[in-house]
T-cell receptor
């Protein structure tokens, strides 16, 4: 099976702009989670989607949002970008969610100038 | 809030030696744990997992030990190789529907 794919791999944006990142889970997986990784904060959970519904949400401001499509592909959006949003954004998929092995994509490196 | 791990230590080992990476977790209700390896510029890669009804699980050159009494997890890597150099994360997960909580990671450096 193909692994988790994320596009784009790299992005450069300026403050105030918005960005949309895409994630395609492993075929057959229905749960998609998003994480933000920074040197200072480590891996922090953003949100999890299952069957097109947000099931869990981390402690991030409302500028961070996501959605999932019927084919389980997911997108996350960050509006009004801030310098502190520069990070590696990781997507992970599992079949059903909690209690299962979670597989990660390569990430999207976002740089906000 | 809940947390896994405390600091980001660095472990340096000689090639061929065994490595032991430790992780502390705080949620006694967690029942599933995963170790990940992350190389520079890549996403975390699954290494091995263990459920709370076990205290030891072995893979190829890796062993995970779980001590629920003191809420401690360890990853043992046998005959450490240069390709093992990476940051290693432990992650815990509770019941169905809960998200994974990750530790801060340990950087493993393998010396020639």
């Amino acid at each position: 099976k193909a692994g988790v794919t994320q596009t784009p791999r790299y992005l450069i944006k300026t403050r105030g702009q918005q960005v949309t990142l895409s994630c395609s889970p492993i075929s057959g997986h229905r749960s998609v989670s998003w994480y933000q990784q920074t040197p200072g904060q480590g891996l922090q959970f953003l949100f999890e989607y299952f069957s097109e519904t947000q099931r869990n949400k981390g402690n991030f401001p409302g500028r961070f949002s996501g959605r999932q499509f019927s084919n389980s592909r997911s997108e996350m959006n960050v509006s009004t970008l801030e310098l502190g949003d520069s990070a590696l954004y990781l997507c992970a998929s599992t079949g059903w969610g909690g209690g299962e092995t979670q597989y990660f994509g390569p990430g999207t490196r976002l740089l906000v100038l | 809030g809940e947390s896994v791990g405390l600091h980001l230590p660095t472990l340096s080992v000689q090639e061929g030696d065994n490595s032991i990476i430790n992780c502390a977790y705080s949620n006694s209700a967690s029942d599933y744990f995963i170790w990940y390896k992350q190389e520079s510029g890549k996403g975390p890669q699954f290494i091995i997992d263990i459920r709370s009804n076990m205290d030891k699980r072995q893979g190829q050159r890796v062993t995970v030990l779980l001590n629920k009494t003191v809420k401690h997890l360890s990853l043992q890597i046998a005959a450490t190789q240069p390709g093992d150099s990476a940051v290693y994360f432990c992650a815990e997960n509770g019941n169905y529907g809960q998200n994974f909580v990750f530790g801060p990671g340990t950087r493993l450096s393998v010396l020639p």
